[in-house]
């Protein structure tokens, strides 16, 4: 337990931490449950001043893709006809491998030939560190098929005394080239890689070649090649066993890999360079090398020609401790609902000292979600926030703690409220072409103004009137918060008959639909971001509906509108109707009476997107192949069709079968990122088109899938081919699997959380901002000694400390189990730098840290 400050003030003392459960030996057994969780989120922003076409039509059909080394795993919609296209796509994902770069590549879309490839933008990842959370300007960088390398080599050489015939001595090199990992795919397949070794000296280059490997990205070569060092001539029977001094430092392995094109020109992956001299001191060495670019990449000096793009990316690295280690911190931010006053809790602490408060706000609101206390601790945060507000019409229009925490609990447990609501509207916004633009400075020749108003009445009608009769399907604790703010409101400012229905709209109608509605991408209702077209569409009709809400719950009975053509616009709807609907449905929301979501009755649609199956049955000539389908799932059954849109459905998989979900081995089929769907009939093996895309659908059909009966315990990683299971050989269909099945999530949660991996991030941001604590913990102890500011007032006036003595017991407490954390987490990365011998597969050479 930390000790007390020395300089405490009177009346303080230390808070004893929360009682900690038992915890394992951090570096002995346990250690090896740890996990280690990548993502990355971010947005995509914008390109600037592109390399213009040579000739009359300069301008570019642009988009960008993000790429895990070389494997695609994000691709944004295509910016017509635009040097400086502006993307504004924003990204969420889980990353499921190791990777040397986090790449962007700006492309030029070419409908009859293949896509140029503008420049990219490389960042290591030891670098991503380095920019996380800002916005950046990223100077393109040009692409050379030479540098566009990944994966590592495992190679082993020795020397070898060889006697010829004469009776002579000379030297041998051994090199034996054993595998390759992670090489790139090539067109979306596995490659087909060989590799050449080269000895390269002064007036030397003898080169061999391995065999070609079919279909695979981690081939296994096990070939050996043997050159002559050293000219037998040299040394006699009597010489010393040893290389030349001069020739020694001049001799190297070259291991370059290529993918054979077959009728086309062979692809370079990459190579490595290994001196002979690594054999001065060991008669063998053996190590994994990464891949490099060929002579460096060929780097151009000209860099600045390419143009910019325009990046936010923040990158997280976890390495998730056993759960027993964090009892002591989920107890004290448990319990901060409970702790009066809320701002002397953890958890508004934690937002407190956040450089960035929504970092703060993604794993607090979810773990309080996962234990059901985030309706007490909103309710907390938001009461303080009205002690602020002096003015009823600003109420909850502010960036607070308790605003972003709403906005992000709207996110995660409204998805599927936005979805039957919105996006049958939004799908018909999006592909239709009908022109809503009734700006008259922004009218383009040819428009009707009078028609462009009709269309655009016609779409804010259309959703004004489901979003007023979407209130069954509101969520639960959506109904419970916006219940205590109405509450809250009216005690607040108990004079405003309109305030109770403001501080609901505010939200409800100010920060979700609105803001659904103009991105409807950021809440994964379309793939990508609309075209400006449709853009300018969904601002209009988002500004209207925002304004409705706004306006009925307030019964003005003018509008806001600055602009002139939106003020005539809105007189359409400043009707009694309107103002009655918004009011009701606000009612509707903010009560307390149980409400059945349309989620038990109709199935909620979780995910969808093309990918590859394998044929149930047999074709014509008697061979199984592998079919572009369109895959949907929603919470009753898993169907594929052969187009997207498709009401027929090809193959239908009810949830209620499905056994289990796992990984399919690449051998089976020498295909990466495959899964397998095992259910009651045949195990339906299907391809991903990226590692990022397998892993999101191996997670969300396990999630859906989790409460079945009769769940497998085991299952077989490989397919069932030519009357035997490739991985055990056992020959029936039917044999039990040989390896036990990847542990589920546990069966009891309504909210997918893990909520180890959100403590160790909360861990980590308290980790990071200890400064920030200690800062706190000082302007406590200034408080309450001298009873107001004595130091500057930077030092601490930018903290809420409403109780000096409750805040300094509660920071007490996070160093204390802050402290405790730290200590496994040392010894784990310890064991880890230890573990990993330079060379190993896992920390191969070449790697930088």
Not at 32 to 54: D, F, T
Not at 255 to 280: A, H, M, S, T, Y
Not at 306 to 327: A, M, W
């Amino acid at each position: 337990m930390a000790a007390a400050a020395p300089d405490a003030p009177a009346g303080f003392s230390e808070a004893p931490a929360p009682t900690a459960t038992a915890q394992p030996e951090a570096g002995g057994e346990d250690s090896r449950e740890v996990r280690v969780l990548q993502s990355l989120r971010g947005k995509i922003c914008e390109a600037k001043n592109l390399l213009p076409y040579l000739g009359p039509n300069k301008m570019r059909d642009c988009f960008c893709t993000i790429n895990l080394d070389q494997e695609e795993v994000y691709r944004t919609q295509v910016v017509e006809k635009s040097l400086s296209p502006f993307f504004s796509e924003e990204f969420y994902f889980e990353i499921p491998r190791t990777f040397q770069y986090l790449s962007f590549y700006v492309y030029d879309k070419n409908v009859l030939q293949r896509d140029l490839r503008i420049g990219k933008v490389a960042i290591k990842k030891e670098d991503l560190c380095n920019h996380s959370g800002k916005e950046t300007w990223f100077s393109l960088q040009p692409v050379d098929s030479n540098s566009e390398v990944q994966g590592k080599v495992h190679l082993e050489l020795k020397l070898n005394e060889l006697i010829t015939e004469n009776g002579t001595v000379c030297q041998q090199l051994v090199v034996h080239v054993k595998a390759c990992h992670g090489l790139p795919l090539i067109n979306g397949q596995s490659c087909d890689p060989y590799a050449t070794v080269s000895l390269v000296g002064p007036s030397r280059n003898d080169q061999k070649k391995t065999k070609v490997k079919k279909k695979t990205s981690n081939p296994q070569f096990n070939e050996i090649f043997y050159f002559e060092v050293t000219r037998s001539s040299s040394y006699t029977r009597k010489s010393q066993f040893q290389v030349e001094e001069e020739d020694i430092e001049k001799l190297e392995i070259r291991i370059d890999l290529w993918n054979n094109g077959n009728l086309v020109q062979d692809v370079f992956l990459g190579e490595i360079k290994v001196p002979v001299n690594v054999l001065r001191n060991d008669a063998s060495h053996q190590a994994w090398y990464l891949l490099q670019p060929r002579d460096n990449g060929n780097k151009s000096s000209k860099t600045d020609d390419l143009g910019s793009l325009r990046l936010n990316i923040c990158y997280t690295e976890d390495y998730v401790l056993p759960s027993e280690y964090y009892g002591p911190l989920k107890t004290l931010l448990l319990k901060s609902p409970d702790v009066q006053p809320i701002s002397a809790s953890a958890a508004y602490i934690l937002g407190e000292i956040c450089r960035d408060k929504n970092d703060a706000v993604l794993p607090l609101v979810r773990l309080l979600l996962h234990h059901d206390k985030l309706v007490p601790f909103a309710t907390a945060v938001a009461e303080l926030d009205l002690k602020e507000t002096q003015d009823a019409n600003t109420i909850f229009r502010g960036n607070s703690l308790a605003t972003r925490c709403l906005d992000e609990m709207m996110k995660i447990v409204g998805g599927h409220y936005l979805k039957v609501t919105l996006k049958p509207i939004l799908d018909e916004i999006c592909e239709s072409s009908k022109s809503c633009e009734i700006d008259p400075i922004k009218l383009k020749e040819g428009d009707n103004v009078e028609n462009n108003k009709e269309n655009l009445r016609y779409y804010v009608d259309k959703l004004f009137s489901t979003i007023v009769k979407s209130s069954m399907s509101c969520p639960t604790v959506m109904c419970d918060i916006f219940y205590s703010l109405r509450q809250m409101a009216t005690q607040r400012f108990p004079n405003d008959p309109h305030v109770q229905y403001s501080a609901v709209s505010s939200f409800v109608f100010l920060r979700f639909f609105a803001v659904a509605v103009v991105s409807p991408h950021t809440f994964h209702l379309r793939p990508h971001h609309p075209d400006p077209q449709t853009i300018r569409t969904l601002t209009l009709i988002s500004k209207t509906i925002q304004t409705l809400g706004s306006w009925g719950s307030l019964s003005k009975s003018k509008s806001s509108f600055k602009e002139t053509f939106m003020c005539e616009f809105f007189k359409m709807f400043q009707e009694e109707g309107y103002i009655m609907a918004v009011k009701k449905f606000l009612d509707e929301i903010s009560s307390t009476e149980t409400k059945e979501s349309s989620g038990t009755s109709e199935p909620v649609h979780l995910k969808e997107g093309e990918m590859y199956k394998r044929a149930q049955g047999r074709t014509r000539i008697g061979k199984k192949n592998f079919k572009k389908r369109w895959f949907c799932l929603t919470s009753r059954e898993l169907t594929y069709h052969k187009q997207p849109g498709s009401k027929d459905a090809i193959y239908t998989i009810p949830v209620k079968n499905i056994l289990a979900v796992e990984k399919l081995e690449e051998s089976s089929f020498n295909k990466k990122n495959m899964f397998q769907v095992i259910h009651t009939e045949k195990p339906l093996y299907v391809q991903a088109n990226n590692c990022v895309e397998a892993n999101e659908w191996i997670d969300v059909l396990c999630r859906v899938s989790r409460c079945n009966q009769n769940r497998l315990s085991s299952y077989h990683p490989s397919a069932y081919l030519n009357g035997n299971w490739l991985c055990c050989l056992e020959t029936s269909e039917n044999a039990l699997g040989c390896k036990p099945c990847t542990a589920g999530v546990p069966a009891d949660i309504q909210i997918d959380i893990d909520e180890d991996r959100e403590t160790e991030r909360i861990y980590s941001l308290f980790t990071l901002s200890l400064l920030k604590l200690h800062k706190m913990e000082e302007a406590c102890g200034t408080i309450a000694v001298y009873q107001g500011p004595q130091k500057e007032p930077d030092d601490y006036s930018n903290f809420v400390i409403e109780d000096s003595v409750t805040t300094f017991k509660t920071i007490q407490q996070i160093k204390s189990v802050i402290e405790k954390l730290d200590e496994p987490h040392e010894k784990y990365r310890k064991k880890r730098s230890s573990s990993a011998k330079y060379g190993s597969k896992e920390n191969p050479i070449g790697k930088i840290f």
